[in-house]
């Protein structure tokens, strides 16, 4: 099982940038998928998570409004769609899978079985 994050990179300050996060090694479209990022010298937070049928979502409040998530269950990819970015953005993001379907879990790390290994969104100023 492979989670496999990937479209991160360097975008200014007010820009757009769009991950992508595909899974491998087994069939996904039944879990809960969940963004999570990780600035330098801070913890892991959450940004956004999406059911298995792409039907409910939950965002952190400091991406609302700027950032939709979303999926393609026969590509078992998710999408985190990134508008109006800010260098407060900038972190490392993750991608993760679990089976918890409690909407009030995805906050957290614990809440996911697998992870991808990360990538990079630069935002400058």
């Given at each position: 099982?492979?989670?496999?994050?990937?479209?991160?990179?360097?975008?200014?300050?007010?820009?757009?940038?769009?991950?992508?996060?595909?899974?491998?090694?087994?069939?996904?479209?039944?879990?809960?998928?969940?963004?999570?990022?990780?600035?330098?010298?801070?913890?892991?937070?959450?940004?956004?998570?999406?059911?298995?049928?792409?039907?409910?979502?939950?965002?952190?409040?400091?991406?609302?409004?700027?950032?939709?998530?979303?999926?393609?269950?026969?590509?078992?990819?998710?999408?985190?769609?990134?508008?109006?970015?800010?260098?407060?953005d900038?972190?490392?993001?993750?991608?993760?899978?679990?089976?918890?379907?409690?909407?009030?879990?995805?906050?957290?790390?614990?809440?996911?079985?697998?992870?991808?290994?990360?990538?990079q969104?630069?935002?400058?100023?």
């Amino acid at each position: 099982v492979q989670l496999q994050a990937s479209g991160g990179g360097l975008v200014q300050a007010g820009g757009s940038l769009r991950v992508s996060c595909a899974a491998s090694g087994g069939t996904f479209s039944s879990y809960v998928r969940g963004w999570f990022r990780q600035a330098p010298g801070k913890e892991r937070e959450f940004v956004a998570a999406i059911n298995w049928s792409g039907g409910v979502t939950d965002y952190a409040d400091s991406v609302k409004g700027r950032f939709t998530i979303s999926r393609d269950n026969a590509k078992n990819t998710v999408y985190l769609q990134m508008n109006s970015l800010k260098p407060e953005d900038t972190a490392v993001y993750y991608c993760a899978a679990g089976t918890k379907t409690m909407r009030w879990v995805w906050v957290r790390p614990a809440a996911y079985d697998y992870w991808g290994q990360g990538t990079q969104v630069t935002v400058s100023s």
